[in-house]
């Protein structure tokens, strides 16, 4: 069972570069959510979505866009990369609705330096 | 403004002793609490909640107390065993989709 799967791992981009961070989940969630870790920050917060073709802004969703036109996937684009936005990245997942404990289920993780 | 706080980056504590990490929140909206573990390299996951209806949960060497007056919640491990050293984040929620992380707190359980 792959729960909640991110990829790239490990991303280096030049300022100005665009890329998108991929989230995939087989749990069958409606709920699922980007966070970026920085240190001393914890965790923040990005965009999240209630289903699919549902979405909205978190605390900090300035420079990043998202989509989700399936449950099992919510990609996060970065559309012109700039060095503020080196952190590690983290999609969630939850059950939703009535079903809903709060629970969320995070992916390992997306390390992403911008030089 | 972080509106949960950890205000203790780090803790140390002995193998068999308790350890108590703090979290302080400032919305009065939040409703849902949650405990998250967190290992290097590796995503948090869950550990406990509790709603702000109670304020005690309990499950196995894990107990969340909450202080709704105070705006503060613990969480008490008991015995800390050495698997327990990560870095601990509290999250508070007025809904269920919205959820407000504090910056973490390292415990290290020393065998």
């Known amino acids: 069972n792959a729960g909640v799967t991110q990829t790239p791992k490990f991303q280096v981009l030049k300022t100005g570069q665009s890329m998108t961070l991929q989230c995939a989940q087989d749990?069958?969630?409606?709920?699922m959510s980007w966070y970026r870790q920085d240190p001393g920050m914890g965790l923040r917060l990005i965009h999240y979505?209630?289903?699919?073709?549902?979405?909205d802004q978190g605390e900090v969703p300035n420079g990043y866009n998202v989509s989700r036109s399936t449950t099992e996937d919510f990609p996060l684009r970065l559309l012109s990369a700039a060095p503020s936005q080196t952190s590690v990245y983290f999609c969630?997942?939850?059950?939703?609705?009535?079903?809903?404990?709060?629970?969320?289920?995070f992916g390992e993780g997306s390390r992403l330096t911008v030089l | 403004d972080q509106q949960v706080k950890q205000n203790s980056p780090s803790l140390s504590v002995q193998e068999g002793r308790i350890s108590i990490l703090n979290c302080d929140y400032t919305?009065?909206?939040?409703?849902?609490f949650l405990w998250y573990k967190k290992y290097p390299a590796e995503g948090p996951t869950f550990l406990i909640s509790?709603?702000?209806?109670?304020d005690k949960n309990e499950d196995g060497r894990f107990t969340v107390f909450l202080n709704k007056s105070a705006k503060h919640l613990s969480l008490h491990i008991v015995p800390s065993q050495p698997g327990d050293s990560a870095v601990y984040f509290c999250?508070?929620?007025?809904?269920?989709?919205?959820?407000?992380f504090g910056s973490g707190t390292k415990l290290n359980v020393k065998p």
């Open positions: 969630a997942s939850s059950l939703g609705g009535a079903q809903n404990t709060g629970e969320l289920f």
């Open positions: 749990m069958n969630h409606e709920y």
């Open positions: 979505s209630v289903g699919a073709g549902i979405t």
């Open positions: 919305n009065s909206m939040f409703d849902y």
């Open positions: 509790i709603s702000s209806i109670k």
């Open positions: 999250a508070a929620s007025p809904l269920f989709y919205k959820f407000y």
